[in-house]
């Protein structure tokens, strides 16, 4: 049997694609209308296509398990990729676009004054524990002054749909977002396995994301020099997103380079040891955490970094991307304090909301969050990859005892959020389409410009009903098309501006 | 007035900006090693599937009772006391399970094709992107087509399934690769192993391997031509030379000839004209000669029975000279900021 669209259940949540009442969002009915007109053997034979493609293409990422003695072991898994696209319109990503450089914008302003005036704490913006405890302050980088004023260079935001269809803001990646490379590769599989859709649609192309990254870190160089030495510095081949440093590299014509490639030399600058000797490197794309990149400065054991880059780094005879310390701001705690800080650093409304965020730190706001466990999820505060979350809804007694007590002993580190049903897609599940969890992740890039990528990655949670995206938790993926609709093409899918601002629903100051 | 420089429709991607302006770059040190071994690792992987193709046809044209077998496959390596370590008996099965799919062999095809993946993976930035693909392809091919046991008709086809996979490799990349230095490690890499691989074939062919005292008179010359047909060099020998195969003329032909792709000489002489193309080239450039001389000096016909050996010996250790000031001069150098040669602090 084809693809029956009457039986597909886009009532779960808000479907990028389908209606509640099962007619095709604008701009959606002719990928609605390819695909049910597939055979049940066609259908297969393009998600092969697709699983051939993505094994050629050499497109992986690196999980860690252990092996049959229990010892640690790696796999390199092919990336999951699921061949029914998702759309976005072209007039709502660009209010998205605009809403993300504005947080970004706010966001470099706060790091930068963090280790600068640290008004925000003398204005009472932002508690001082919460800056100067925080784990990813470094006292190191007090003074410094990046060229641009600029911290974080390349972003990733992660956005959620909600029930209503307004795009919140989930958290902001500010040390060492990964997943770009999977965004233009999901475009290449498809442009191969579906070449008849982009007949239909004008999809806005997304792979001059290589070209504004180099750049952007060319804006970076320290010196006048019109082609600087621009490296991405990875722990190597056995890292989770080495074929991304790769990727990348490759498409920037940069070097790819591991910390034993690199020296400071007694001038505090950067070289490289190269077949005719040394070069001077001027731009350093890191994608290593801040503590491994100098064991001079931090890690002692860290073999992954160069000592002495720290130096080289304040000297301003190196321009490292994403600047240390800037984790500062990549924190729950703080993210609730974005909105905020849009309006003070920048006397402007923030376009973009929240989701309601409760700072278990602040007493009011913890004891809300101890009553209503089984409806909140809890974050710890510093954490990536969705590790250490608690589901309150589907979590049992004990583990949410567990989580109470972790709460009260270490309140800092924990915020809690409404559990928002995340918008769903049709997704190929075992011959037919079924509607599955899904968010997305743009970039953005800041130098001497701004940028946001065409959409960004769409991450899709394979197993009925799960909400947990991430890759190394059986997420998938799905390739994500900013498109045209004529004007007149019905009503515009809930803008993400249309809403109220600064922060979904109720705002997370008032909890009583 | 003239203006010096009009504006040029730039390149349509940044690779293509990065080299136009900023003009030749220099390799990373551990990018060339990597390259280097990519190419050894690659050649390994061809030159191994066609031994034991060409052992496998051998042998069905000489007699049972010849006890010419498998063993000489192990002793080309250079495996054998890893092979008696695993094995009791060097038999048809042993042999090619040691040499094919053996995980424990370092040098077996498919740890050598793992060599090579690995080592692709690493410098995947620096080559054509459809050729990860070539390689993933030839990865998969092996693992799939090359288990333990297939029999000979099936591990004949497999086995010039992965040679087709490597020419489609290396043709791409020929065609299609920029001839930088990456392109220089490369070949460098393939040379080497190419050159190993023939000295090591004369070396194991030139041993007696039939019985001393036998009664086969016609298999006779039959070594020298195993000889060549291991290094497929037969039909060309027949072409260049024109003499019946016997051992003055094979061994001319296969060390000195200038024209055949796979004799020593000819990668002696390739591998110093990718020397030459290299920066700080002296020692390895002053070993290549040395090996060159050496080989012009010797009267290779007249070479027989411990002369032969143990000029052989003496071809491995001018080749495994050469790889050390490769190694020092390129991979392992300890370097010192030259001001003249990085750009000054600004």
């Not at chain 1, 949540?13 to 509640?20: F, I, K, N, Y």
């Not at chain 1, 001038?267 to 503590?291: E, F, H, N, S």
């Not at chain 2, 001393?212 to 039959?222: R, V």
């Amino acid at each position: 049997m084809s693809i029956d669209w009457t039986s597909y259940d886009a009532t779960r949540a808000w479907d990028e694609l389908v209606t509640p009442d099962g007619a095709s969002r604008p701009g959606a009915d002719s990928v609605m209308r390819v695909l049910a007109g597939l055979s049940p053997e066609e259908l297969a034979e393009r998600k092969a296509a697709a699983d051939v493609a993505i094994r050629a293409m050499g497109i992986t990422f690196t999980v860690y398990s252990e092996d049959e003695d229990g010892g640690p072991a790696q796999i390199d898994r092919e990336w999951p990729f699921d061949i029914v696209p998702r759309l976005v319109l072209k007039h709502e990503w660009d209010e998205v676009a605009r809403g993300l450089k504005q947080r970004v914008k706010a966001l470099n302003a706060f790091i930068d004054d963090v280790y600068h005036d640290q008004r925000a704490i003398r204005d009472g913006l932002v508690p001082a524990d919460h800056i100067l405890k925080s784990r990813e302050f470094r006292q190191e980088c007090i003074g410094i002054d990046p060229p641009h004023g600029v911290w974080s260079h390349v972003c990733g935001t992660d956005l959620v749909r909600d029930e209503n269809g307004r795009l919140l803001v989930l958290e902001d990646n500010l040390r060492v977002p990964s997943g770009v490379s999977y965004m233009l590769e999901n475009r290449a599989v498809m442009k191969r396995v579906f070449p008849e859709l982009f007949e239909d649609y004008i999809i806005h192309p997304v792979d001059d994301y290589p070209l504004a990254l180099a750049a952007c870190l060319r804006s970076l160089a320290p010196g006048q020099d019109t082609m600087p030495v621009v490296a991405v510095l990875t722990p190597g081949i056995y890292n989770s997103a080495y074929f991304e440093h790769a990727y990348l590299a490759q498409t920037m014509a940069a070097e790819l380079v591991e910390g034993p490639d690199l020296f400071v030399g007694d001038d505090d600058c950067v070289y490289m040891k190269t077949i005719a000797g040394v070069q001077r490197v001027d731009v350093i794309y890191r994608r290593i955490d801040d503590l491994f990149i100098d064991p001079e400065a931090f890690r002692e054991d860290s073999i992954l970094g160069v000592p002495g880059l720290m130096r080289a780094w304040r000297a301003g005879n190196v321009a490292l991307a994403n600047a240390p310390g800037c984790g500062v701001a990549d924190d729950k705690v703080i993210y609730s304090y974005v909105p905020d800080m849009i309006r003070y650093y920048l006397a402007e409304e923030p376009l973009l909301a929240n989701v309601p965020t409760y700072r278990c730190v602040e007493k009011q706001h913890r004891d809300f969050v101890l009553d209503n466990l089984d409806r909140l999820v809890v974050k710890p505060a510093n954490e990536s990859g969705g590790y250490g979350l608690l589901m309150g809804p589907m979590a049992t007694h004990a583990e949410r005892d567990a989580f109470a007590r972790s709460i009260r002993a270490n309140p800092r580190n924990y915020v809690a959020q409404p559990m928002i049903s995340l918008s769903t897609a049709p997704t190929l599940t075992d011959g037919r389409v079924e509607a599955r969890h899904l968010d997305l992740r743009p970039f953005i890039l800041s130098g001497a410009d701004t940028y946001v990528t065409t959409g960004g990655l769409t991450r899709v949670a394979m197993r009925k009903g799960s909400m947990v995206v991430n890759s190394s938790q059986g997420g998938g993926s799905k390739d994500t098309w900013v498109v045209e609709v004529e004007p007149s093409a019905g009503e515009a899918s809930s803008a993400a501006g249309a809403g109220g601002r600064g922060e979904a629903g109720s705002s997370a100051g008032d909890v009583t | 007035m003239k203006k010096a420089v009009s504006a040029a429709p730039g390149p349509a991607t940044p690779a293509g900006q990065a080299r136009a302006a900023g003009g030749k770059r220099d390799i990373l040190s551990r990018v060339a090693e990597r390259v280097y071994w990519l190419g050894r690792y690659i050649e390994r992987v061809e030159s191994t599937a066609r031994l034991v193709t060409v052992t496998s046809n051998l042998l069905m044209d000489l007699p049972v009772r010849l006890p010419l077998g498998w063993r000489p496959l192990i002793d080309i390596t250079g495996s054998g006391p890893l092979f008696d370590s695993l094995f009791d008996e060097a038999s048809e099965y042993n042999v090619c399970r040691f040499l094919i799919s053996d995980a424990r062999n370092p040098g077996s095809i498919i740890r050598s094709i793992e060599g090579v993946r690995e080592n692709a993976r690493t410098v995947r930035e620096t080559m054509p992107r459809v050729t990860f693909e070539y390689v993933n392809d030839l990865h998969h091919f092996a693992r799939s087509q090359l288990p333990p046991g297939t029999s000979r008709r099936r591990r004949r086809e497999a086995l010039d399934g992965v040679g087709s996979r490597v020419h489609q490799f290396e043709g791409f990349l020929s065609r299609n690769m920029l001839h930088d230095a990456h392109w220089t490690f490369l070949r460098l890499g393939n040379q080497l192993e190419r050159a190993d691989m023939t000295t090591r074939t004369i070396d194991v062919g030139s041993a007696d391997l039939l019985a001393p005292g036998h009664d086969l008179e016609p298999f006779h010359e039959a070594r020298w031509r195993s000889v060549l047909i291991s290094l497929y060099a037969m039909q060309s020998y027949h072409a260049a030379v024109g003499q019946p195969v016997s051992r003055g003329p094979v061994l001319e032909f296969l060390l000195r000839a200038g024209n055949l792709p796979r004799s020593y000489a000819r990668c002696l002489a390739q591998m110093r004209s990718s020397v030459r193309d290299l920066p700080r080239n002296r020692r390895p450039m002053r070993n290549c000669n040395t090996a060159i001389v050496a080989l012009a000096n010797a009267d290779v016909a007249g070479l027989e029975g411990p002369a032969l050996r143990a000029f052989m010996d003496e071809c491995q250790q001018h080749l495994g000279r050469i790889h050390d000031s490769i190694a020092q001069t390129w991979f392992d150098f300890q370097p010192k900021p030259d001001p003249k040669k990085g750009k000054l602090a600004s």
